[in-house]
C-alpha cells in the first residue's frame, strides 16, 4: 500500500555540521513531495518541497534532492543552528487531483551547541 | 491573510462521548484536509473536502466523518470516542485542491484527550 519510510528516526548533529534526513516512497506515481518542521507544541510548517520534474532545490540552508528511479527524496541542512531543533516530517501526494499527503514517521533533530 | 484557524485547541472527553471540531482555512482556499497526529501512528490523513464535498478518505472507521460549508470552514466529528482516539487533530487548507502538488497550511490543531 501506500506508504513513505523515514530514516534515521533522530540524529544528533554538533552546531555548524551538516543533518540530512532521507525518505523512500513505494508509489512510483506520486509526483509532490514537501518537507514540514514541527516545532514542540506547535504546527507543522513547509520548510522546503520538490516536483518531481526537479531533481533538487535549494532554499539558503536547506536542500532537497529527489531520486525518482529510486523512489527516495533527501533533505539536507548546512551549518546547522540551536533553532533547527526540531521534529522534521517527509511526505508525498499519492493521489492526483486530490489533496492526500502521506507522511513519514518523522525524524527528531537536536543541535548540540 | 490569517491563518488556518482550528477550535477549540484543547478538549476532554469520556470514552463513549461524541466531539466536533472545527477548522477555519486561510481566505480563499476551498480544499480542506483533516490529520490525525499521535505519538506511535505519526501524522495520518483522515479525509479531504473540496467544494462541501468529501473528494478522499484515509483508513478510518466510519466513526470518525466530517463536513465542509459553502464558506469553505470545516468539521469532523468523532463517535463513540474510543481511548485510542486521544491525539492531535489537524486540519490544513490549500486554494484549490486540483493540483496534488498544492502546498497544504497547518492549522495549531487541536488536542482531543479521551478518559
Known amino acids: 500500500g501506500e506508504n513513505v519510510e523515514q530514516h534515521p528516526s533522530t540524529l544528533s548533529v554538533q552546531e555548524g555540521d551538516s543533518a540530512v534526513i532521507k525518505c523512500t516512497y513505494s508509489d512510483s506515481a506520486s509526483n509532490y513531495f514537501p518537507w514540514y518542521k514541527q516545532e514542540l507544541g506547535k504546527r507543522p510548517q513547509l520548510i522546503i518541497d520538490?516536483?518531481?520534474?526537479?531533481g533538487e532545490k535549494k532554499d539558503q540552508r536547506i536542500a532537497v534532492t529527489l531520486n525518482k528511479t529510486a523512489k527516495h527524496f533527501s533533505l539536507h541542512i548546512t551549518e546547522t543552528q540551536p533553532e533547527d531543533s526540531a521534529v522534521y516530517f517527509c511526505a508525498a501526494t499519492l493521489i492526483q487531483g486530490a489533496q492526500k499527503l502521506v507522511f513519514g514517521q518523522g525524524t527528531r533533530l537536536t543541535i548540540n551547541p | 491573510k490569517a491563518g488556518v484557524t482550528q477550535t477549540p485547541r484543547y478538549l476532554i472527553k469520556t470514552r463513549g462521548q461524541q466531539v466536533t471540531l472545527s477548522c477555519s482555512p486561510i481566505s480563499g482556499h476551498r480544499s480542506v484536509s483533516w490529520y490525525q497526529q499521535t505519538p506511535g501512528q505519526g501524522l495520518q490523513f483522515l479525509f479531504e473536502y473540496f467544494s462541501e464535498t468529501q473528494r478522499n478518505k484515509g483508513n478510518f472507521p466510519g466513526r470518525f466523518s466530517g463536513r465542509q460549508f459553502s464558506n469553505s470552514r470545516s468539521e469532523m466529528n468523532v463517535s463513540t470516542l474510543e481511548l485510542g482516539d486521544s491525539a492531535l487533530y489537524l486540519c490544513?487548507?490549500?486554494?484549490?485542491?486540483?493540483?496534488?502538488?498544492?502546498?497544504?497550511?497547518f492549522g495549531p490543531g487541536t488536542r482531543l484527550l479521551v478518559l
Open positions: 520538490i516536483r518531481s520534474n526537479v
Open positions: 490544513a487548507s490549500s486554494p484549490w485542491g486540483h493540483r496534488s502538488e498544492e502546498t497544504q497550511y
